[in-house]
Nanobody, 125 residues
Framework: QVQLAESGGGLVQAGGSLRLSCAAT????????MGWFRQAPGKEREFVTA??????YYSDSAKGRFTISRDNAKNTVYLQMNNLKPDDPAVYYC????????????????????WGQGTQVTVYS
């Protein structure tokens, strides 16, 4: 069983930065696909970024502003968010795919086996 725990959310002014962390209880980070999603009230869960097979992948809204990284020794994945905008507030979730099926879309939440409880990000003007 894999458990994921996010942290680092909070309140930040527009244009500011936050770094989210996702700590895994097992050797998930360096062997599997790890992703970040977000969900705003009344909206569907939205893909943000993922690390899979040695490469990062980003949504259009995340490109150029967000960076996914990992620390294998700490079993932790990070999401560095810069230049936060009024469209970014949401609950941010960390997720893991234990064995990625072929080239399954990383943006599809149903592909992920495990999820964290989420961390709230709020952006104010």
């Amino acid at each position: 069983q894999v458990q994921l725990a996010e942290s680092g959310g909070g309140l930040v002014q527009a244009g500011g930065s936050l770094r989210l962390s996702c700590a895994a209880t097992a050797r998930t980070v360096n062997t599997n696909t790890m992703g970040w999603f977000r969900q705003a009230p009344g909206k569907e869960r939205e893909f943000v970024t993922a690390w899979s097979r040695g490469s990062p992948y980003y949504s259009d809204s995340a490109k150029g502003r967000f960076t996914i990284s990992r620390d294998n020794a700490k079993n932790t994945v990070y999401l560095q968010m810069n230049n936060l905008k009024p469209d970014d507030p949401a609950v941010y979730y960390c997720a893991a795919i234990l064995t990625r099926r072929g080239d399954c879309p990383l943006s599809r939440p149903n592909e992920y086996n495990y999820w964290g409880q989420g961390t709230q990000v709020t952006v104010y003007s």
